[in-house]
C-alpha cells in the first residue's frame, strides 16, 4: 500500500504520512512516560524552570570551548532558535576570563536570498544574531579569531573543510515543527521518492547544502521570527547536514516549547527511544547517533488532549 498523502502539504513528506499507530503512541506519552524513554545513547533531560534550562543549554558552550587547546581545536556547532542561552554565554565567558583563542562555532544554517546567502545586515540574517547576541558581547582579548567563526555560505565548500582537524564536541539544536534539526527538512514528494520517503542511508549522505524548505517550516519562521508574515521568510536555506552532525561527538536538542508543540516534542522522542526512522521525521535519524540528549523545559511540555479554543 502506498503512504497516504500528507495532510499538510500534498507534495511533499511530512509526519502526517506516518502510521496511525505511531502518532497514537506518542500523543499518549505523558511526562512522566516521556522521561523514561532515556536509553543507552539516548539520554532525557527535564528542567523544572527556564533559567536552568538556558543556563544549562549555554553551559555547553562553555565546557566545549574549556577542552580546547591550540594542540587539540574544538568547537560547538550552536542553533538560532532558541536564542535565549547566547548572552549567558556571552556573559559566562566574560566572568570567568575564558580564553577562546584557540576555541571554533559553527554557526548550523542561514537563509539562503537571490542566489546567495542573505548578508549579515539583513533582519533575519543567523550570522547577525549569533554576533550581536553573544560574540560581540564578549570581551574583545578573549574572543576567538573570526577565523575560528564558520557560518554557512551559499558556496559551502569553506564550511564544510572547516570541520576537519577540529573536534565538534557538540552540536545544539532546536526541533522545528516539521521535526526537523538545522534545516534538515523532509524532502519533496517527487521523482523516486514519490511513493515513498528516502531511504535513511540516502539521507545520511546529505552534507551542508542548499536546501528547498518544507511549507510547515516557512510558515513556524514567519510565526517565530516575523510577526506571522510569511511574505517576508525566504523559502531556501543553507542548513548543515547529517554528515557534520555525525562528526559531532554530541547531539542535543532543546525543548522550550516554543518552538515545536506538544505532539511533536512527543513524537521525535517515541521515535528514537524505540530506534524508528523514517526520514518523513528527520529528526528520527538521531536514533542512529551514538550520543543524543533531548533536554526538556517541564512547563512547555502541554498536553496532546483535544481543547477548543
Given amino acids: 500500500m502506498p503512504r497516504k498523502l500528507s495532510t499538510i502539504a500534498p507534495d511533499w513528506w511530512d509526519y502526517t504520512t506516518l502510521d496511525s499507530e505511531i502518532i497514537d503512541a506518542a500523543a499518549r506519552l505523558t511526562p512522566e512516560k516521556l522521561f523514561k524513554l532515556s536509553r543507552s545513547g539516548f539520554k532525557v533531560v527535564f528542567y523544572d524552570t ?16 574549556r577542552q580546547s587547546t591550540d594542540d587539540n581545536p574544538v568547537g560547538i556547532c550552536g542553533p538560532i532558535g532558541p536564542t535565549e542561552q547566547l548572552p549567558l554565554v556571552a556573559r559566562i565567558v566574560n566572568a570567568l576570563d575564558l580564553n577562546l583563542h584557540s576555541a571554533h562555532f559553527w554557526g548550523m544554517d542561514e537563509w539562503f536570498l537571490d542566489g546567495a546567502e542573505v548578508p549579515v545586515k539583513h533582519p533575519l540574517s543567523f550570522e547577525r544574531a549569533d554576533r550581536d547576541l553573544c560574540f560581540n ?53 517527487k521523482g523516486r521518492y514519490k511513493n515513498a520517503p ?9 552534507a551542508t547544502r542548499v ?46 516549547g516554543n518552538h515545536d508543540n506538544p505532539f511533536g516534542q512527543r513524537l521525535t522522542a517515541f521515535m528514537i527511544s524505540n530506534r524508528i526512522v523514517d526520514t518523513a521525521v528527520p529528526m528520527s535519524l538521531l536514533a542512529d547517533h551514538p550520543n543524543v540528549q533531548f533536554n526538556y523545559y517541564r512547563g512547555g511540555l502541554g498536553s496532546c488532549a483535544v481543547e477548543m479554543h
Fill in 50 to 65: 527556564l533559567e536552568d534550562f538556558y543556563l544549562a543549554e549555554a553551559l555547553e558552550y562553555i565546557d566545549a570551548w
Fill in 137 to 189: 558581547r564578549i570581551r574583545k582579548e578573549l574572543r576567538m579569531p573570526d577565523a575560528n567563526l564558520h557560518f554557512p555560505k551559499a558556496n559551502t565548500a569553506a564550511y564544510r573543510s572547516a570541520w576537519d582537524g577540529v573536534r565538534c564536541a557538540v552540536m545544539q539544536g532546536g526541533q522545528g515543527d516539521v521535526k526537523h534539526w538545522a534545516f534538515n527538512d523532509p524532502l519533496p514528494r
Fill in 198 to 206: 528516502p531511504p535513511a542511508a540516502d539521507y545520511r549522505r546529505l
Fill in 211 to 256: 536546501v528547498e524548505l518544507h511549507p510547515l517550516t516557512i510558515a513556524q519562521n514567519a510565526r517565530t521570527s516575523g510577526g506571522g508574515n510569511i511574505s517576508i521568510v525566504p523559502t531556501r536555506a543553507i542548513s548543515v547536514g547529517p554528515v557534520e552532525t555525525w562528526q559531532s561527538e554530541k547531539v542535543s536538542i532543546w525543548h522550550s
